[in-house]
C-alpha cells in the first residue's frame, strides 16, 4: 500500500455526508520497478540478469489544488565512474495545479503524451519483459523534457481527455540511423530551449477502450545554422494514433507513429549520421487471460500474448544516404504475463528479431518480473 | 487487497444539511424535492431519503486514496439495498478521471451487497485508469456492504 506521511486519520471506513476533506499537507510514497534475465540464442552470449529499473515514486500535497510529483529512477543497479550502463535520473518532476476537473496546469519535468507506453510504463501494465522495440527506437521511451502545459478531461461525460505541452526541443546532433530521434532527447539536463517544441494528446475512454491521438513539433537545429535557423529549424513533426481494447479475458493493443525529419540531409552533412527522412512503424499484440478457461472464479490473470511490431527508422532517406535494410525490423514476441494482482507480473517471452536485410537477426528468451505500488 | 486499508476517514463534518454537491447528486438520483434527512451513525452519518412517508433508499459519501489524493465518491441505494448508482464527487488527480464517466459507473447500478464486484470481471477497467478503477471499486464494495448490515440491523431504517 502507499504510504501516507503526515495524514491524520486514515483506514477507518466511514461514510459521511461530508465532502470537505482538511488541506492538509501529505506526502506519498510509490514506486515501481523490475528485474530481467534475457538469454540471447547463438555462441558466447551468455544469459544476463539486470535489475533494470528501481524506481521510486514520491508526490506531495501542498494543499487541495497544488500537488508536486516526481518519479526518481536507479538504471540497471548501480552507477560507476568507468564501467558502462548503468544512470540515476529524474524521469518526471514537476508542480501540477488544479484549477478545476477540467484542467490541471503543470509544469516541470513531463511525459510527452505520446503513444501508450511512454506515460503509462510501469511494468505490470504491458506484456513482455523488455518494452516493445518500437518503443525504444521510434517513441523513445522513457521520453521526459522540461515545459508547461495543461492536462484535463472534456466537460460533459464526452469520454475526451488532452494533454499539451510546451517543451525544450529534440537536438539534430543526436538522431541516428537506427534509434531515429531517441538520442535526441535532452531529458532536463541543462537542456537548450532554442527550439521549444509542442506535443499533446486526445484521447478517448469507454469501459475496456481507449482510443488516442498524439503529436510532436518542434524544431532541433539548436544553433547550429548548418542544420537550420529559426525556432523550428530542422522541425521533427511526429503523428501517433493508439488503441486499447479489453473485454473479460481478451485484450489487444496496437500503436502506430510516423515522424518525419525534413532537413534528414543537412543533419547528416552536419553530424555525419544517416539519419532517414522518415521513421515510421507500429505493432499489434492479443492477448487472452488463460485463467479463464481453467480457474474462471480467480482474480489472478495469465496472458498468453503474442505481439508484432513492424517498424523502419529509415523509412525514406534523403540524397546522400543509401537504406540500411537491417533497419526495417520486425519483430515477434509470443509470451506469458502472470498476475497474481493487478500490480505485480511475473513474464517470461521469447522474441524473434528479424529485418529486412536478413542481417544480424537472433532470437531471444526473456524471463521477468515487476511491480509498482 | 490492501488499498481497502486507504479507505479514508472524513474528519470534517458539517452542520445542518448535506454541502451543495451532495445535493445535486441526490437530487439526480432520486429525483428533485425529495426529502434528505442526515443519520448519525458510529463514527459517520449515512443520508436518509424519502417522499411523503415513503423511503426511496440511503445514500454515504466515501473516499478512497487514488495515486496519491483522495477520490470522493457517493453511492446511492434503494429500500431494497440494491446500488441506485455512484457518484464522483470531487476527482483530484490529473489521470484516471474516466472513472467519473457514466458509461463506468453504470456498471455498479442494480448490483447488491451479496454481488461481487472484481475489477476485470463484473467491473471493466479503463487502460491508464487502472489505479483509480481499483480504488473506487473496492470503496463502493466498501460503502454497500456497510449500508447493507447498517439497514439490516436496523441501525439506519
Not at chain 1, 103 to 132: A, C, K
Not at chain 1, 148 to 161: D, F, N, Q, R, Y
Not at chain 1, 221 to 250: C, E, M
Request: proline share 6%.
Amino acid at each position: 500500500m502507499r504510504t501516507l506521511v503526515g495524514w491524520g486519520l486514515f483506514a477507518v471506513m466511514a461514510p459521511c455526508p461530508v465532502r470537505v476533506l482538511p488541506a492538509q499537507e501529505r506526502t506519498t510514497v510509490g514506486g515501481y520497478g523490475e528485474v530481467h534475465y534475457a538469454n540471447p540464442t547463438g555462441p558466447k552470449t551468455p544469459p544476463v540478469v539486470n535489475l533494470a529499473r528501481f524506481v521510486v515514486y514520491l508526490a506531495h500535497s501542498f494543499d487541495d489544488r497544488l500537488a508536486f510529483r516526481s518519479e526518481l529512477e536507479v538504471e540497471d543497479a548501480k552507477l560507476e565512474g568507468g564501467r558502462p550502463g548503468g544512470e540515476v535520473a529524474l524521469e518526471q518532476a514537476y508542480l501540477d495545479y488544479r484549477v478545476a476537473g477540467w484542467i490541471t496546469l503543470r509544469t516541470g519535468l513531463v511525459l510527452p503524451p505520446v503513444g501508450i507506453v511512454n506515460e503509462t510504463h510501469e511494468p505490470p501494465t504491458f506484456n513482455g519483459v523488455e518494452r516493445p522495440g518500437f518503443d525504444h527506437d521510434v517513441i523513445p521511451t522513457t521520453w521526459r523534457e522540461i515545459g508547461v502545459g495543461a492536462v484535463g478531461t472534456v466537460p460533459g461525460g464526452s469520454g475526451l481527455a488532452y494533454r499539451v505541452y510546451l517543451v525544450n526541443g529534440l537536438r539534430a546532433d543526436g538522431l541516428s540511423a537506427g534509434e531515429g530521434i531517441r538520442e535526441g532527447r535532452q531529458e532536463g539536463r541543462q537542456a537548450s530551449f532554442a527550439n521549444p517544441s509542442m506535443t499533446g494528446r486526445l484521447e478517448w475512454a469507454r469501459p475496456g477502450v481507449k482510443i488516442g491521438g498524439s503529436f510532436w513539433y518542434g524544431g532541433t537545429a539548436d544553433t547550429n545554422s548548418a542544420v537550420g535557423t529559426g525556432t523550428f529549424g530542422a522541425p521533427v513533426a511526429l503523428l501517433s494514433a493508439d488503441a486499447r481494447y479489453d473485454n473479460g479475458p481478451f485484450a489487444m493493443r496496437a500503436v502506430v507513429a510516423t515522424i518525419s525529419v525534413s532537413d534528414a540531409e543537412a543533419i547528416n552533412a552536419t553530424y555525419g549520421q544517416s539519419v532517414g527522412s522518415r521513421i515510421a512503424g507500429g505493432y499489434l499484440e492479443g492477448a487472452y487471460d488463460l485463467l479463464r478457461l481453467f480457474a474462471p472464479a480467480s482474480s489472478q490473470k495469465l496472458n498468453a500474448f503474442v505481439r508484432h511490431e513492424r517498424y523502419d527508422t529509415q523509412a525514406s532517406v534523403p540524397a546522400g544516404v543509401t537504406r540500411d535494410r537491417s533497419l526495417a525490423r520486425r519483430i515477434t514476441t509470443v509470451g506469458v504475463t502472470y498476475k497474481p494482482t493487478w500490480n505485480t507480473a511475473f513474464k517470461g517471452d521469447y522474441r524473434l528479431l528479424r529485418n529486412a536485410a536478413g542481417a544480424g537477426e537472433g532470437e531471444v528468451l526473456s524471463l521477468g518480473v515487476g511491480y509498482q505500488f | 487487497m490492501k488499498r481497502a486499508l486507504a479507505l479514508l476517514l472524513l474528519t470534517a463534518q458539517t452542520p445542518g444539511g448535506p454541502p451543495a454537491k451532495v445535493a445535486a447528486s441526490i437530487a439526480r438520483l432520486f429525483g428533485p424535492g425529495a426529502r434528505v434527512d442526515t443519520l448519525q451513525v458510529d463514527s459517520g452519518s449515512v443520508l436518509r431519503v424519502s417522499r411523503a412517508d415513503s423511503l426511496l433508499g440511503f445514500a454515504a459519501v466515501g473516499n478512497v486514496l487514488g495515486k496519491d489524493q483522495p477520490i470522493t465518491f457517493l453511492v446511492a441505494v434503494d429500500p431494497t439495498d440494491r446500488l441506485k448508482d455512484v457518484d464522483i464527487l470531487v476527482y483530484r488527480e490529473p489521470y484516471g478521471g474516466e472513472v467519473a464517466y457514466e458509461p463506468w459507473r453504470r456498471q455498479f447500478r442494480g448490483k447488491s451487497a451479496r454481488d461481487s464486484l472484481r475489477v476485470g470481471k463484473e467491473i471493466r477497467s479503463i487502460s491508464g485508469a487502472t489505479i483509480s478503477v481499483h480504488a473506487v471499486t473496492i470503496g463502493v464494495r466498501r460503502v454497500l456492504a456497510q449500508l447493507t448490515a447498517w439497514h439490516a440491523s436496523g441501525t439506519i431504517r
